[in-house]
């Protein structure tokens, strides 16, 4: 009889066990789903509002009990030469956000209902500039700021130096020819359109198959933010 008893409730504790574990990967799907279609912020909204709701008191779950997510500024570029930009980006719907350059307020905005946000004419200082933003409910609580995007301004030619050749016009021998220069850091160079290999510290070279004749050698040297400086030498092959 003991035996009989002792293997009831072992039974009824598996059942037990059983039915909290399906409970469970119940209650786990429906999580699962709700951050699918309604998000994380209103899920915590909502996990809020039970925990008033255990304890008695009443909440308004439309009401905005947490800070608003930070927003996130999108730029198509690092770099530019022109002085001026828009910046765009994404937050909350009809939620106002201010932007910041190097830690100082440049304007606010409402984000429309899709959750864009744009600011117009921004004016760059030379050099780099660095941004945030931040949103800001009706009740006036603000997010954290978003992540820093950095654009560099620079209106400012590259600089090329000629090593070889250092004339503007010179006569060869030899159908092989190595056009090589000094330019700054981070550039790219083109010689007639090819790509010219450049190192870490600005220096390029390439070899050049010139034909019989008279051959103009167009050097194109280009920062990050657009700017070019040219230069056209011409090589004459004489065989």
């Known amino acids: 009889?003991?035996?009989?008893?002792?293997?009831?409730?072992?039974?009824?504790?598996?059942?037990?066990?059983?039915?909290?574990?399906?409970?469970?990967?119940?209650?786990?799907?429906?999580?699962?789903?709700?951050?699918?279609?309604?998000?994380?912020?209103?899920l915590i909204k909502f996990s809020v509002f039970l925990g008033e709701a255990k304890k008695g008191g009443t909440a308004d779950i439309t009401a905005t009990v947490l800070p608003p997510l930070?927003?996130?500024?999108?730029?198509?570029?690092?770099?530019?030469?022109?002085?001026?930009?828009?910046?765009?980006?994404?937050?909350?719907?009809?939620?106002?956000?201010?932007?910041?350059?190097?830690?100082?307020?440049?304007?606010?905005?409402a984000a429309n209902d899709a959750g864009e946000f744009s600011f117009g004419g921004i004016g760059l200082d030379q050099g780099e500039s660095v941004f945030t933003a931040v949103a800001i409910n009706a009740k006036g609580i603000s997010s954290e700021p978003s992540k820093e995007v950095r654009m560099v301004?620079?209106?400012?030619?590259?600089?090329?130096?000629m090593i070889n050749p250092t004339e503007d016009s010179l006569k060869v021998s030899s159908s092989d020819f190595d056009v090589i220069g000094q330019s700054d850091k981070g550039v790219s160079v083109t010689v007639n359109g090819s790509v010219a290999m450049v190192d870490d510290n600005g220096k390029f070279k390439i070899k050049?198959?010139?034909?019989?004749?008279?051959?103009?050698?167009?050097?194109?040297?280009?920062?990050?933010?657009?700017?070019?400086t040219r230069k056209t030498i011409k090589i004459t092959y004489d065989i």
């Open 208 to 228: 050049l198959q010139l034909n019989t004749g008279d051959n103009q050698v167009e050097i194109i040297v280009r920062d990050i933010a657009g700017n070019e």
């Open 70 to 109: 930070p927003p996130r500024i999108i730029l198509p570029y690092e770099a530019t030469n022109s002085s001026q930009i828009s910046v765009n980006g994404l937050a909350e719907k009809n939620i106002t956000v201010e932007l910041l350059k190097n830690d100082v307020s440049v304007g606010k905005v």
């Open 153 to 161: 301004f620079s209106d400012k030619q590259p600089t090329l130096t």
């Open 1 to 42: 009889m003991a035996e009989f008893r002792r293997s009831r409730i072992e039974k009824k504790s598996e059942d037990e066990i059983t039915k909290k574990t399906v409970l469970l990967g119940i209650l786990t799907v429906v999580v699962v789903i709700l951050i699918l279609t309604f998000g994380l912020p209103l």
